[in-house]
Each structure stands twice: as structure tokens, then as C-alpha cells.
């Protein structure tokens, strides 16, 4: 850590103090204090030789943003820090050096951080445009890339609307963003997209409205890793599709759903729900007092398919703030709402929709969401990327792998084929294994599951309140089940978890596994019997609950990828390939390290832990009472899950296999030998689940006290998940 040169900068608020000051004069904090989290620079770091972070003002998915000081000019400044979630670590307290994951993740940082300079150089060409917060520099240091940028003192679009009332005059928004919407011009001719224009991004100050916070690592991602970060109600369609085609469109939409807020107070509805029906309402029906030509030039830069949407900014302008409405009314044509229904009703017979949270390779999440069409009925053996305009095909490069089982038996009759000219992606049945690991969870007698329409399900035994007040949940992106609790990780890396009941006549079985609701940047939970686990955006472990066997010692752990729990033990998979275990130790499975078996997946049951290594095999060690480490001769396996007594295997061919099970904890957990065309594997206590292709659940062994459904399917069906 390096300390500020003469001593005047507070950490906490950012102003100045004389020399020989210990503490601040306007916010009374101590001026070393260091209290950031360890993810982050410590106040006081020195970049470049002339820069000294002072606070942290923002994080995002894929960079940290600094209060800054330039200590030659003696002024004020944001730095922005290439960090992006899951590709790397970093803990201050032993250096500020960023730590990058290995593997392809290596390749994903190093590209990104390529084009976060790339479109730092590009940006600073516009430094002197109204409307653009400037670039003043840009450099390498700590491993990583950060960009040096004037400090904006004011207040969001968001805030300075909110202190208004909730909405401003069509007359006072549209002069607010016009140095906004006309810069945009000059950087959309250059070939830059912001792709993430809201309230949250234009800030008010003195000197007028500026657009912060450009898109390089969104670009990045919506290239490499198949993600996007989404602002509900702002982004247009392409934007939750990996291949969706985006340009100053994009940004056209976002900038007018902004304005459509800023007057009405309403974010339009989210662009997938108008894909079916268009339920956006006029800002005049709203209340908004606004010019024909204005609102007609509004919605048209607001259409769902970017084909009828205005198509530059430069277009937009000309519309919004033309001298005479009429022209803005002949150019952007009313709306035919019917016409617009009827299309995506159209296109809605030709798809079955399902939402898709996508995980990074790995085990870590990206706090995002990602809403995908899931086109069943395809080329066989293959699944299809998804299509969202109804004449749009997307294409993909098809990779050589193993397809996924036929489709063919499951295809709704009301569902139509992928249109055949176009390239399928197809997809490995090991990618679509791990895109659906988290989202169905068994426990001792329940199974909870994200449905198709994105809210939560469940099945099976509430007696200790595990299923309670879930059903229905949105925004959950993972499931966890232990014994007698669920757990829940939404899109904002929150977790909440089902309260502990203690009937009459049954253990109790309250120990804290639900106090997690103070967890964030969780990108991954599991839970056991009695015990919760969540893997953090940094690679750390947190966990709550019974500690008993130490099973919840793991807040030494780093660079983690994934974590998995089991009745009394803990376990992690790290980036470098090592399996960490804590808890019990009776059989000895805390005594493996598995650092030369290539590992790819992790599983623990009661005192056993199974892991799967990248040629389709699987090790296991630990108590043996039931067969469960009987895995030796298992091949060709793409994901593996394990109840109490149990170990399961989702083989290539899309056929399940589970250790044999005998004696009085029996309940069929084992009956899966006639599944087929099944895409994820799950392990309850006394259960075995699988999610099939067409999205049905099928389980083998007991989900509540008087039901036993082997082979049976459930009633409802669950979300199919892409990678």
C-alpha cells in the first residue's frame, strides 16, 4: 500500500485536509482508515506513480470504480478497474496484484482486457464532446487495466428524476439528454455502442448531462462467453440473445426507454414479455404531456424488432427535437399495435421461450440474467440457438461433439421445426449438464425446481417448512436443498432460504442454515443437512449453520470455483485443480487433495465425496456403507450427483447410472436403469431426479412420506437451460 504524498485526501469522502490532519473535517473519519473489501484496491494505492485511489464508488460485473486523486494536477479523478467477476481474485491484505484463473478463463480475461484498452483509446478522441465523460488516461498495472476519467460531481438521471417526484416534463428530459443524444452521433460513427444507456448511466451536473460507463466488457462478453449484464426494461432484444446483432439501434432503444421513464415515471415493460404481446402504453396514456410527433418518434425508437426501430441516433435526433412535430410524425410512423401482436404471436407458435441463467465455466456465476428461446423440434441430436425476430435465423459454428439425445419423442405437437436453412449450434450434453446443475434441488423428502415461466416449484414433504413460501418465487437463478430447509440464490447475488419449522413429534432440526440473509456477490450456493454454503465473486467460502464437525470451517479458502455440501462435510474445487474438504473425518474424506485427477465436478454425500474428472471417469473416497464409492469402472459420465447412500452418473448417451443400493434406507433412489434422453442429474437423500430434454422431471425414490414415484415424472415440468 502506498500512502497519499502530503496526507490530505480522506479515504471515506474524498475532500481535502490540511497537513498533519488525522482526521477528516467533513465526515470525521479517520484518513487511513482501510476498511474496503479485499477484492478491492486499498484506499491509498498509487497507480501509474501519480494516482491514489481514495474510496470505491461503484462496482459492476466487470470493473471497479475508484475515487481517485491525481497528485501532479492535484484534482479529482474516476478510475475505472478491469476486475470481471469469475475470470479472477485478488486479496489486498497480502498484495493488490489481480490473480487471473487459469485456462480458458486466462484467455477470457486477457481478451477483455484488450478491449477495455482498446475502447479506452478509442473514447479518449471524444474527451472534448458534450455530453461524453472524457478519457484523460489509460494504463497496466496489478495485472490488470484501468482507465483514467474526469470526476463528476452531481447526480444520477435516476436521482435527479426521483427528487423531482418520479417524472419530469417531455420538454425538460429531452433538453437534459440532448448533448447525450448528440455526441452518441460522433461515437456510433467511430463503431463504439455503449449498450447500456439508463437512468443509472447519465449523470447531472452543472456543466449538464453526461453518459458514463461505456460497454467495453459488455461487448466482451456478449462476444466470448455467451453473457450479458441486462437492465430490465432498457435493453432491447438482440441484447439477450448471444447472437443477437447490435449496433446504434441498441443504444436508440435504451436511450428512448430512459426518456419514456424520465416522463411517465414507468420503465417500459422488459422486451422478451412484448416479443408475445406489446403491452407498452403511450406516455399520453400515462399522463405524459408530450408532442404527437415527439411520443410517435419515441415509440418507434422503442420497437421490439430492431428492424422497424429507428436506426441511428443521428435519425433520432432529427426526430426529437425537429422544429415542426409534423415531420417527426410523417418520418416515424404510428404504431400498429395489432400488426405487432400479431407478428410475435406468430413467431410465439413457432418457439417455446424458457429462461436461461447462464454460469461461467467453472462453477462461478456472473451476477446477470440471461432470457434465451428454446427451439425444440430440431435437427436431431442437436438443441438450436435460440431465434427471437420472426424471420431472423441465427447462425453458430457447430462443434464436434456428442450430441444430446433425440428430441423427437418429446416434441409438443403444437411446435414447429427450426427453420432448416439455417446453422444449428449444437451443443455437448456435458454443456447443457452443467447449465442445469443448480436448478432443481432435492432434499430429504422435497424437490424444488425454477419452472418455465422463471418462478419456483415444488413437490413433496413441507414438514419442516422447506417448501414454504417458495412456490412462486422470481429472479432465483440456484437452488440448494438440505434436510429440512431451501436455499435460494437470485440474479443480485443475494441469498434467502426457507425458515426452519419445528413440528410436534419430529427432531427439531433449527441451526442456523438459513441465516444467509446478509450474504452478497454469491455466485454459487450449496447446502447440507443442516449447514448452507455460498461461493463468493472473489473465490472465497462463506457458510452458516451447524458446525459440529467443522464442515462450516471454510473462511480460509481461496480462489475457489466450486463448492459442494453433504451432510457433514464441505467441499471446494479450486482453479488450480485441488478438492478441499472440511468436516467430518471419520472415513477419511477430508484426507484428499485429487490435485493430478482433473477434476472437472464435485459432489458430497453423508461422509463420502465424488469427484469427476475430464475423461468421463469418476473417483470417489470416504464411507462406503451403501455401495456409493462403487464408481470405479464408471466411463463416458458428463455430470454426477450424490444423495446420502448414493452416487449418480449422467452418462453420454443421456441414460443415468446409480450405485446398487440394499438394506433399510432402500426407498428405489437406484430404479433409474430405462431413463432416457435425460439432460441433468440430481441427489436428494432418498431420491434421484432427472430433468429431461423436453423439460419433465423424472424421480426414482422417496419425495414424501407416503410416495414413491421410481420412474415416475412429475406433474409440472422445469426450465431447460442453455450454455
Not at 664 to 690: E, P, S
Request: include cysteine.
Amino acid at each position: 500500500m502506498a500512502l497519499h504524498a502530503n496526507g490530505r485526501a480522506c479515504w471515506n469522502c474524498g475532500h481535502e485536509n490540511p497537513l498533519g490532519q488525522n482526521v477528516c473535517l467533513h465526515c470525521g473519519r479517520e484518513l487511513f482508515a482501510e476498511d474496503a473489501p479485499v477484492h478491492q484496491l486499498t484506499p491509498g494505492t498509487i497507480l501509474a506513480g501519480k494516482y491514489l485511489t481514495v474510496k470505491t464508488l461503484g462496482e459492476g460485473g466487470f470493473g471497479i470504480t475508484y475515487l481517485g486523486y491525481n497528485l501532479q494536477l492535484d484534482i479529482k479523478v474516476a478510475i475505472k478497474e478491469y476486475f470481471p467477476e469469475g475470470l479472477a481474485a485478488r486479496d489486498h491484505t497480502h498484495s493488490e496484484q489481480v490473480s487471473v484463473y487459469g485456462g480458458e478463463r486466462d484467455t477470457l480475461f486477457q481478451d477483455g482486457a484488450q478491449k477495455f484498452m482498446q475502447e479506452a483509446r478509442s473514447l479518449a478522441r471524444f474527451s472534448s464532446l458534450p455530453g461524453i465523460v472524457s478519457v484523460n488516461d489509460f494504463f497496466h498495472e496489478n495485472g490488470t487495466a484501468y482507465i483514467v476519467m474526469k470526476y463528476l460531481e452531481g447526480v444520477t438521471l435516476k436521482e435527479y428524476v426521483e427528487k423531482r417526484g418520479g417524472k419530469i416534463p417531455a420538454s425538460e428530459a429531452l433538453s437534459l439528454v440532448r448533448p447525450v443524444v448528440e455526441s452518441l452521433t460522433r461515437v456510433h460513427d467511430a463503431g463504439i455502442i455503449h449498450r447500456d444507456i439508463s437512468p443509472d448511466n447519465v449523470m447531472i451536473t452543472d456543466g449538464g448531462a453526461y453518459l458514463i460507463d461505456f460497454g467495453a466488457a459488455r461487448s466482451f462478453a456478449s462476444a466470448h462467453s455467451m453473457s450479458v449484464l441486462l437492465k430490465f426494461g432498457y435493453a432491447p432484444e438482440e441484447q439477450y440473445r448471444s447472437k443477437g446483432e447490435q449496433g446504434p439501434w441498441t443504444d436508440v432503444y435504451s436511450l428512448c426507454a430512459t426518456l419514456y421513464w424520465c416522463i411517465t415515471g414507468h420503465k417500459p415493460p422488459e422486451a422478451l414479455e412484448r416479443l408475445e404481446e406489446d403491452t407498452i402504453s403511450l406516455p399520453s396514456v400515462l399522463g405524459a404531456t408530450i408532442a404527437p410527433g415527439v411520443e410517435q418518434a419515441l415509440m418507434k425508437g422503442l420497437e421490439v424488432y430492431r428492424k422497424n426501430r429507428i436506426q441511428s441516433m443521428q435519425e433520432l435526433a432529427t426526430y426529437l427535437y425537429a422544429t415542426e412535430n409534423n415531420q417527426a410524425k410523417k418520418t416515424a410512423e404510428p404504431r400498429n399495435k395489432n400488426e405487432t401482436k400479431q407478428n410475435a404471436a406468430n413467431a410465439a407458435k413457432s418457439r417455446q421461450r424458457l429462461p436461461v441463467w447462464l454460469p461461467i465455466a467453472g462453477g462461478t456465476a456472473l451476477v446477470a440474467v440471461l432470457l434465451l428461446v428454446f427451439l425444440l423440434g430440431g435437427k436431431k441430436g442437436s438443441l438450436p440457438a435460440a431465434q427471437t425476430e420472426p424471420t431472423a435465423s441465427v447462425s453458430a459454428p457447430v462443434e464436434e461433439a456428442t450430441p444430446i439425445p433425440s428430441q423427437a419423442a418429446r416434441t409438443p405437437a403444437a411446435q414447429t421445426p427450426a427453420p432448416t436453412e439455417a446453422p444449428e449450434k449444437t451443443y455437448t450434453l456435458a454443456e447443457v449438464a452443467q447449465a442445469n446443475r443448480f436448478t432443481v434441488a432435492c432434499g430429504n423428502r422435497h424437490v424444488a425446481y425454477i419452472k418455465p415461466n422463471g418462478t419456483l416449484g415444488s413437490a413433496g414433504s413441507d414438514i419442516y417448512g422447506q417448501r414454504s413460501g417458495a412456490d412462486g418465487t422470481k429472479n432465483v437463478i440456484q437452488l440448494a436443498a438440505g434436510y429440512a430447509h431451501t436455499a435460494m440464490l437470485f440474479d443480485d447475488g443475494t441469498v434467502s432460504a426457507t425458515p426452519i419449522k419445528n413440528p410436534s413429534g419430529e427432531e427439531p432440526y433449527e441451526y442456523g442454515q438459513s441465516d444467509v440473509s446478509g450474504w452478497n456477490h454469491v455466485v454459487q450456493i450449496e447446502a447440507g443437512w443442516v449447514h448452507t454454503v455460498g461461493l463468493l465473486s472473489d473465490g472465497t467460502v462463506v457458510a452458516t449453520g451447524d458446525n459440529a464437525h467443522g464442515q462450516c470451517d471454510v473462511d480460509t479458502w481461496r480462489n475457489v470455483q466450486e463448492v459442494a455440501a453433504g451432510a457433514w462435510n464441505t467441499a471446494a474445487l479450486t482453479t488450480d485443480g485441488r478438492v478441499l474438504v472440511a468436516g467430518d473425518n471419520e472415513y477419511g474424506q477430508c484426507d484428499i487433495s485429487w490435485e493430478n485427477e482433473n477434476i472437472v465436478q464435485i459432489a458430497v454425500g453423508r461422509q463420502f465425496v465424488v469427484g469427476l474428472r475430464a475423461d468421463g471417469t469418476v473417483i470417489a473416497a470416504g464411507r462406503n456403507l451403501q455401495n456409493q464409492l462403487a464408481v470405479s469402472g464408471w466411463n463416458n459420465i458428463v455430470a454426477i450427483a450424490t444423495g446420502d447412500y448414493h452416487t449418480i452418473g449422467l452418462k453420454k448417451d443421456g441414460t443415468v447410472i446409480t450405485t446398487s443400493f440394499t438394506g433399510k434406507n432402500a426407498y428405489g433412489q437406484d430404479l433409474t436403469g430405462d431413463w432416457t434422453d435425460v439432460i441433468a442429474v440430481y441427489g436428494g437423500a432418498r431420491t434421484t431426479v432427472g430433468l429431461c430434454l423436453d423439460g419433465t422431471l423424472l424421480v426414482a425414490g422417496l419425495v414424501d412420506e407416503d410416495t414413491y414415484m421410481q420412474t415416475g415424472s412429475m406433474a409440472e415440468k422445469a426450465a431447460i437451460f442453455l450454455p
